[in-house]
Nanobody, 128 residues
Framework: QVQLVESGGGLVQAGGSLRLSCAASGRSFSNYGMGWFRQAPGKEREFVAGIKFSDGLSDYAAFVEGRFTISRDNTKNTVHLRMNSLKPEDTAVYYC?????????????????????WGQGTQVTVSS
């Protein structure tokens, strides 16, 4: 059974940094695509960043603007999201997701419905 556990959320002032982690377990993730999504109150869940475990190919949402970096540790089946220069509008629950479809094997998938497994989410709050 696949399990994704996020950690690293919290309260930070605008301009600060946080590092989110997602520990994946339950099977081999060598062919999986991993994604970070976020959902703010009253808004739809949106793609933040994604990475392929196999080759490290990554992609980011436009609003990231170079502030976030996604990385993976294949030996620990862990994905990290380093977030710098945080803004109040980055406040949301951040979710880790994993997928193993054909699309995930050839590209970074940005659509939430294409992911099969989700973590419980971690709250990120950025104060102004």
């Amino acid at each position: 059974q696949v399990q994704l556990v996020e950690s690293g959320g919290g309260l930070v002032q605008a301009g600060g940094s946080l590092r989110l982690s997602c520990a994946a377990s339950g099977r081999s993730f060598s062919n999986y695509g991993m994604g970070w999504f976020r959902q703010a109150p009253g808004k739809e869940r949106e793609f933040v960043a994604g990475i392929k475990f196999s080759d490290g190919l990554s992609d980011y949402a436009a609003f990231v603007e170079g502030r976030f970096t996604i990385s993976r540790d294949n030996t620990k089946n862990t994905v990290h999201l380093r977030m710098n220069s945080l803004k109040p509008e980055d406040t949301a629950v951040y979710y880790c997701a994993a997928g193993d479809t054909y699309l995930h094997r050839i590209t970074v998938v940005t659509i939430a419905s294409q992911y099969d497994y989700w973590g419980q989410g971690t709250q990120v709050t950025v104060s102004s």
